[in-house]
């Protein structure tokens, strides 16, 4: 009932920029918060920046001062600008939404991912 879906991903050097957008669409009500996971080869999903919709932020240690994620509440989009990329961020990135259907009940939707690679 929701959908999520991302671009911006691709293949970067390390020190280049990439920006990542996601779009949500569906039967919604309110999105009480966006973000952004990744999962590299060999290794859980781990959260690397989620954004509420008053507009607080909160980021994984590894991604500090290099990434920012901003959202549009009106649109439903989310997205993060990605920063003195390193080879450690290659991953696919997924994101990640959840708030309200417009039937009043809860939903947690994923995106389908995106690959970003950093060449060192």
Do not use: H
Not at 98 to 110: D, H, M
């Amino acid at each position: 009932q929701v959908q999520l879906v991302e671009s911006g991903g691709g293949l970067v050097q390390a020190g280049g920029s990439l920006r990542l957008s996601c779009a949500a669409s569906g039967s919604i009500s309110s999105i009480s918060a966006m973000g952004w996971y990744r999962q590299a080869p060999g290794k859980q999903r781990e959260l690397v920046a989620t954004i509420t919709s008053g507009g607080s932020t909160n980021y994984a240690d590894s991604v500090k001062g290099r990434f920012t994620i901003s959202r549009n509440n009106t649109k439903n989009t989310v997205s993060m600008q990605m920063n003195n990329l390193k080879p450690e961020d290659t991953a696919v990135y997924y994101c990640n939404a959840q708030g309200l259907l417009a039937g009043y009940s809860f939903f947690r939707a994923w995106g389908q991912g995106t690959q970003v690679t950093v060449s060192s």
